[in-house]
């Protein structure tokens, strides 16, 4: 086995261990795939994510990672789910994640006191694709930087489901 499978098995290893601590202390259910866009946030990694692997953090300092910073994102209001994709094809480079979107759908997530209120006060987050969606606008960022923009027709139907979800959430203004 080489240097960088071993890296990459402890890490799969560790993130593992990270589901089952989560899930012990906090009753919350957690997926490997959460964690794994967590920690490309938390670094800042999205350009080049394999860096986590080669941290080589182990499950205690994954933990406090989460723990510290991302908790509530862990405990989304809610979530909707759309049957195919409202994000336009070139905001996204990476082809794998591409392929998982358009076979899976997408699911946007809203947090309750999400402690980053850009860019919209409350914003939607695409976790399989690292964006973040303006509830008011349809921008999309990444991280602060902005990428592109969704549909209307888009941005009134997933705000529609929002609404649905959770008749008393305040949106922002449409300004499109």
Not at 11 to 21: A, C, G, R
Not at 136 to 164: H, P, S
Request: negative net charge.
């Amino acid at each position: 086995m080489t240097k960088k499978e071993e890296i990459l098995y402890y890490y799969l290893h560790e993130s593992e261990q990270v589901v089952n601590l989560i899930h012990e202390k906090y009753g919350l259910e957690v997926s490997p795939e959460k964690i794994w866009q967590i920690l490309i946030d938390h670094f800042d990694c999205f350009n080049n994510p394999a860096d986590i692997i080669f941290k080589e953090l182990d499950s205690h300092a994954i933990l406090n990672i989460i723990a510290s910073n991302y908790l509530s994102y862990l405990k989304p209001l809610f979530s909707i789910s759309i049957n195919y994709t409202v994000i336009p094809e070139d905001s996204i480079t990476d082809n794998i994640i591409k392929g998982v979107v358009k076979f899976r759908g997408e699911s946007w997530e809203v947090h309750k006191g999400d402690p980053d209120i850009f860019p919209s006060n409350p914003h939607a987050h695409n976790y399989e694709s690292g964006l973040k969606l303006h509830l008011g606008t349809g921008d999309l960022f990444k991280k602060r930087r902005f990428v592109n923009k969704i549909k209307k027709k888009d941005l009134l139907m997933i705000r529609t489901l929002i609404q649905n979800k959770m008749s008393t959430i305040e949106l922002p203004l449409i300004n499109i």
